[in-house]
């Protein structure tokens, strides 16, 4: 069984950038799929990004491409999502997910497809 724990959330003015992290405990992130979803007050989870097992395949959500970037490290089990170019619209928690599929090069867009979440770090947005 995989932890996950997310950091490297914060303030930050419009414009401006991120990056977010997740870190895995318990077992190396190989072999797993994994995503980035957020959540806004008052809204549903919603998918950002995420990554094959292999790490070939990557996936974003229309309103962050070309924006945000999703990258994995699995020698350090780590999940990394830098934000460019951030908007007030992307205030939200964002959480790091993760499963284990049977598949290795596929994209998995829903929430109810993963087996582990983190915790979550908030991102604040100012305009």
């Known amino acids: 069984q995989v932890q996950l724990v997310e950091s490297g959330g914060g303030l930050v003015q419009a414009g401006g950038s991120l990056r977010v992290s997740c870190a895995a405990s318990?077992?190396?992130?190989?072999?797993?799929?994994m995503a980035w979803f957020r959540q806004a007050p008052g809204k549903e989870r919603e998918f950002v990004a995420g990554?094959?097992?292999?790490?070939?395949?990557?996936g974003y959500a229309d309103s962050v491409k070309d924006r945000f970037t999703i990258s994995r490290d699995n020698a350090k089990s780590t999940l990394y999502l830098q934000m460019n170019s951030l908007k007030p619209e992307d205030t939200a928690v964002y959480y790091c997910?993760?499963?284990?599929?049977?598949?290795?090069?596929?994209?998995?867009?829903?929430?109810?497809?993963?087996?582990?979440w983190g915790q979550g770090t908030q991102v604040t947005v100012s305009s």
């Open positions: 990554v094959s097992v292999s790490g070939g395949n990557k």
């Open positions: 318990g077992r190396t992130l190989s072999g797993y799929a």
């Open positions: 997910a993760a499963l284990m599929p049977y598949s290795t090069t596929r994209i998995y867009y829903t929430s109810s497809a993963y087996n582990y």
